[in-house]
């Protein structure tokens, strides 16, 4: 079992920048790939960012590739999603996940443990 608690979301005017940060519990945290999703109002979960077991292998969606970075301390237990050049189209809550298969997933469905999500707001 995995327990993830996200943190980290808030209000940040276009352009700025917002690290948002994954807790987790477990001591098997470092055998999980770990990915972080969102979800606008009205739309559909869609997939952001994920990180592998070391963090040798990272994959984007492309929307925010070039601007967003994740990164894992398995000593720490903790994931992170640094975010820059925030823009209104990044409002969403965000969810972080574990996935305990080997593959950098995009697909929701592959990740089996999320948390509840932290809201991130960017004004115009």
């Known amino acids: 079992q995995v327990q993830l608690v996200e943190s980290g979301g808030g209000l940040v005017q276009a352009g700025g920048s917002l690290r948002l940060s994954c807790a987790t519990s477990?001591?098997?945290?470092?055998?999980?790939?770990m990915g972080w999703f969102r979800q606008a109002p009205g739309k559909e979960r869609e997939f952001v960012a994920a990180?592998?077991?070391?963090?040798?292998?990272?994959y984007y969606a492309d929307s925010v590739k070039g601007r967003f970075t994740i990164s894992r301390d398995n000593a720490k237990n903790t994931v992170d999603l640094q975010m820059n050049s925030l823009n209104p189209e990044d409002t969403a809550v965000y969810y972080c996940?574990?996935?305990?298969?080997?593959?950098?997933?995009?697909?929701?469905?592959?990740?089996?443990?999320w948390g509840q999500g932290t809201q991130v707001t960017v004004s115009s």
């Open positions: 990180i592998s077991w070391n963090g040798d292998n990272t």
């Open positions: 996940a574990a996935s305990p298969g080997i593959r950098l997933s995009v697909v929701s469905s592959s990740y089996y443990y």
């Open positions: 477990g001591r098997t945290f470092s055998r999980y790939v």
